[in-house]
């Protein structure tokens, strides 16, 4: 098993195959040899190596966005009779993020070479998953390209959607207390100790909060280094230990559907795109258990993917959908009576479907209600803190003002 530790990078190959045709394509591996040794397997007899500079990656990043935009242009082109090799040529070559145009570039070139576009595709797993592959697999199988294209691009477009509301909902409040925390570290810091240099003068005992500020403030002066340090090391950590470790990922996203308010957030998103998404490839013909497969890494919640898991299990001895649903224990009652008049009615695609447009409406409201409850907490919250800061402050001027 690879060593998860062994930082990859990008590198780009230019090569021939098998039939003496030229190739190239670009792979994140953990040195030259990788590369050498993965193309060699395939057949391909490398020519170039280049590892790939940030320089070099000045066409931009390839986001999900990105693939999003570029599956419904190629639905809608391939809808209207453009053969498939030119749709790649048009998109590719109008798209203004470099990085995409070489990615289409290759895949096209694969294509060319008797390819079929999901083997193409499968190549690039950083950009088209498990999902992806197999909806364009059963769409070339079926004959019906453009209509699963269709039925992707609807999909993603939901999906983006659903992730751009979850970080709306969580953005107002975030940068709210970054600035917070910035305010108070600097009146710590600066503003604090001019106030303790004028009340030295005083020659009188100072209020309590006061003194406690002061203490305060000396601390962070004295060990401010050693704070921002820990917090720094601290954060990185957690999210370095929260993307390799599976243990860890199934505890947060459990204490994270245990949270109030939010909580309930993460739980309608998630539910949403568990039905959008096994609605999508049960309509495009993929068998129920290779969809549940998909459908578990699309959940984006270490919870629901295990109890994805569990359903495929128990679906494929011969348990029926619903009853798999309900052992898992995560779903609403009213998700599993959906699904259930799916199953007896034949149309569990559409039922599924319904389900996930009733969680996304209600995710909409959710969000919105939110963003209005948060700002009057967070002012309350702000102004107390801040305040309490001020008060504290400014008692032994008061004080003195009394005694005059």
Known sequence: MADKSIKEATYLWEGTDRKGKKVRGEMKASGEGFVNATLRRQGITVTKIKKQSAFSRAGGKITAKDITLFTRQLATMMKAGVP???????????????????????????????????????????YFDNLYCNLVQAGEQAGILDSLLDRLATYMEKTQAIISKIKSALFYPVSIIVVAVIITAVIMIFVIPAFKELFSNFGATLPTPTLVVIAMSDFTVKWWWAIFGSLGLGGWFFFYTWKRSVKMQATMDRLLLKLPIFGHLVMIATVARFARTLSTMFAAGVPLVDALDSVAGACG????????????????????????????????????????????????????????????????????????????????????????????????????????
């Open 84 to 126: 498939l090799l030119q749709a790649f040529d048009i998109v590719g070559k109008g798209h203004s993020n470099a990085a995409l145009s070489r990615l289409l570039a290759d895949i096209k070139a694969d294509v060319e070479t008797g390819s079929s576009l999901t083997a193409a595709f499968r190549k690039y797993p950083l």
């Open 301 to 404: 919640n270490r919870v629901y993917y295990d109890a994805t898991k569990k359903i495929q299990s128990e679906v494929s001895t011969g348990t029926s959908l619903t009853v798999a649903m309900q052992n898992a224990n995560v779903f609403p009652n009213m998700v599993i009576q959906m699904t259930q008049i799916g199953e007896e009615s034949g149309s569990l695609d559409a039922m599924l479907g319904k389900v996930a447009d009733l969680y996304e409406q209600e995710l909409d409201d959710a969000v919105e209600a939110l963003s209005s409850l948060m700002e009057p907490i967070i002012m309350v919250v702000l102004g107390t803190l801040i305040g309490g800061l001020v008060i504290a402050m400014y008692l032994p001027i008061f004080k003195m003002g009394e005694a005059v």
